[in-house]
């Protein structure tokens, strides 16, 4: 029994020696916590030595001039050259290769570039967007300060979204190399997203639709009392649509017409449009108007062929087919009618889809962007996309149904044969629509060809290669045969 007892005691007395040995043995943390008694000061560490690493040193880059976008004077064409535009302007304007004025820009710049009023009768396509747009650059470079957060410098109302949008990122192209901000607000998205970018940092330019411009002035989110230049652009189409009331507000809001520039644009100039302008311009204001031939580009092939309502789909999807048509905007007068020509040209195999005003905007945006890259061969549309939208290539128009209103005949075809392109429009007149054609003349201003399809147009539709989608079955709910449910809760 004692025996044992040795044993045990040796056995722990090996434990704490074993204990003790591994305590002292673990290295000290580098920085101990110090104690009242004593501080650890460690010892001074040696710097180390720098390397010197022969680098090449970077090349400088070439500083732009004019002498890098040289274009000869043409007689009866109007350069950018000629006029005082600043350094960075022209640095742009060089790199979207605009040599030449249109007509629009050369009567314009010449009056807006010194700070006066201007009223201008330009149909979309004329190039009147890049005119103004240059006009506020000018202004704000020259006379630059820095402006408050939500008190923008300039002011471009415009009716529709699509139409913000472009004129937006026509108005980055042209700015890119300055340092002023645009900022676009309207409706159907992005409410909270603009709210942010409003209270962020300070903006210079603001391209508004009415409506959601309003709301964020009541919001006090935008003070447009220091306004410098107004721009109000498609005024026959705000008053068409019943925008005028919203824009008397807004206007009543900027400093007084005497005190700011105001740039006025209309496709058609009536006597209710130049009430407005007068209205909101000074007395000195110059009146532009541009001649209807020079609204409808001369490199615009326009044919129009006599059908019927019941042949017109042939006639069309055998001309895309064809042809082998890659980028085509197909215009109609209703919502409902797009709706059913998608359908149709889905099931003979087009890439097709829909912009009308019922749709939501963040849609919209998506399938404009699918057309533009190629996803969408066609792009079936009511007048909504007539005005702002700018697609490159897109080599066909076809204007199924024509409209009622001749001056939209001329907003249509000018989404082709932008920038010098070439471009074709088609019209397809029937029993009811024929009855347009003299109008849309008389505005044009020269007769469009008229001719009847051919038989190639004429042959017969193929086999569809989809069928209708079929609508999905509901099973109707039968009749509830057991007892009904006593309400626990109902008082006895």
Wanted: net charge positive; aromatic share 8%.
């Amino acid at each position: 029994m004692v025996n044992i007892l040795r044993h045990k005691r040796k056995v722990r007395l090996k434990q704490f020696l074993l204990f003790l040995k591994t305590l002292f043995s673990k290295k000290h943390p580098a920085n101990p916590s110090p104690t009242p008694s004593t501080t650890f000061v460690p010892p001074p560490s040696r710097p180390k030595p720098k390397i010197q690493k022969n680098r090449r040193p970077k090349p400088k880059k070439k500083k732009w001039s004019l002498h890098d976008f040289a274009v000869e004077p043409k007689e009866g064409e109007t350069r950018f050259h000629d006029f005082d535009l600043p350094m960075s302007v022209m640095h742009a304007i060089a790199d979207l290769k605009f040599n030449y004025c249109t007509p629009v820009q050369a009567k314009l710049l010449s009056h807006t570039l010194e700070g006066k009023d201007a009223t201008a009768k330009a149909q979309t396509g004329t190039g009147k967007t890049a005119s103004f747009i240059i006009t506020i650059l000018t202004a704000f470079i020259k006379k630059s300060f820095k402006n408050r957060k939500g008190a923008p410098r300039a002011l471009i109302l415009a009716p529709t979204r699509e139409l913000v949008y472009q004129i937006e990122k026509d108005f980055k192209d042209l700015a890119k190399y300055t340092h002023l901000r645009i900022l676009s607000i309207f409706g159907g998205t992005g409410y909270k997203q603009q709210q942010i970018m409003l209270r962020e940092r300070p903006v210079d330019i603001i391209v508004a639709t009415p409506g959601r411009l309003i709301d964020f002035m009541n919001k006090k989110l935008i003070d447009p009392s220091k306004v410098e230049i107004v721009v109000i652009d498609e005024a026959d189409r705000m008053l068409d649509m019943g925008f005028i009331p919203d824009v008397r507000k807004i206007i009543l809001k900027t400093p007084h017409k005497n005190n700011r520039q105001t740039l006025f644009f209309s496709a058609t100039l009536t006597d209710d449009v130049l009430r407005l302008a007068k209205s909101w311009t000074t007395q000195n204001t110059v009146q532009i108007e541009i001649a209807p031939e020079h609204a409808a580009a001369d490199s615009i092939q326009q044919i129009i062929y006599i059908s019927t309502e019941k042949d017109k789909f042939k006639h069309v999807y055998n001309l895309i087919n064809n042809e082998q048509l890659k980028r085509v905007l197909l215009f109609v007068n209703r919502k409902d009618t797009a709706r059913i020509l998608s359908t149709k040209f889905e099931r003979y195999g087009q890439k097709c889809s829909v912009l009308s005003g019922d749709i939501a905007q963040d849609k919209r945006f998506k399938v404009l962007n699918n057309f533009k890259a190629g996803k969408i061969n066609l792009l079936v549309a009511t007048d909504v996309a007539a005005r702002g939208l700018h697609v490159k290539d897109i080599s066909h128009v076809i204007n199924y149904d024509l409209p009622y209103e001749p001056e939209h005949y001329i907003h249509r075809i000018g989404r082709t044969g932008r920038a010098g392109a070439t471009g074709t429009s088609i019209s397809f007149a029937d029993e009811m629509s024929s009855f347009f054609i003299p109008k849309i003349e008389e505005v044009l201003g020269h007769k469009i060809e008229c001719e009847y399809p051919s038989e190639a147009l004429d042959k017969p539709l193929p086999q569809p290669k989809k069928k209708y989608p079929s609508k999905v079955k509901v099973k109707k709910r039968e009749p509830f045969k057991g007892k009904r449910r006593q309400n626990r809760y109902r008082q006895k």
